[in-house]
């Protein structure tokens, strides 16, 4: 990775940790109403991209059992959050 897209991408991971943070404070007041969920659907998603990313950089070169690990964490994930619509 060059270092201008070190700098970009620590960036917009600073910002998605300051949404990721506003939007966990407004969801957890609003618990339980729609507003509620989405917002901690958006967060999830925030934080899936943000960590999903930088995981997957370091991933490339790995044995099969660290990208399985990646996979599988990924859809875990992904998994539940969309439980937070379905319970």
Do not use: C, H, Q
């Not at 507003?35 to 998603?45: H, P, Q, W, Y």
């Not at 099969?64 to 439980?83: D, N």
Request: glycine fraction near 8%; aromatic fraction near 12%.
């Amino acid at each position: 990775m060059k270092k201008p897209d070190a700098k970009l991408f620590n960036f917009i991971s600073f910002i998605a940790l300051a949404l990721i943070a506003v939007l966990m404070l407004i969801g957890g007041l609003l618990r339980g109403s729609l507003l509620g969920n989405i917002l901690e659907t958006v967060s999830n998603a925030l934080t899936l991209f943000v960590v999903g990313v930088s995981a997957y950089r370091f991933v490339p070169g790995k044995p099969t059992w660290v990208k399985i690990v990646y996979a599988v964490s990924i859809v875990v994930l992904v998994v539940g959050t969309v439980f937070i619509w379905i319970f």
